[in-house]
């Protein structure tokens, strides 16, 4: 029973981890698309979401290789 449970909070740490990431690229296009520059308030965001998502993701790998 645990061992479920951990499998279930393990994929939906990957699923959110990955969801952060893609939200933070959609920032970073939609940011550019509409004409805010590399220090625009939407692709700062967009920056740190992406790479927040991705160090969890990183993280949430554990012990694999």
Not at 33 to 54: K, T
């Amino acid at each position: 029973m645990i061992a479920g449970v951990q499998r279930a909070y393990l994929a939906s740490t990957r699923l959110l981890s990955a969801a952060l990431v893609l939200v933070g690229v959609a920032m970073v296009a939609s940011t550019i698309v509409r004409g805010g520059g590399p220090l625009a308030l939407g692709v700062l965001l967009g920056v740190m979401l992406a790479l927040l998502g991705a160090g969890r993701l990183w993280l949430a790998r554990g012990g694999e290789s």
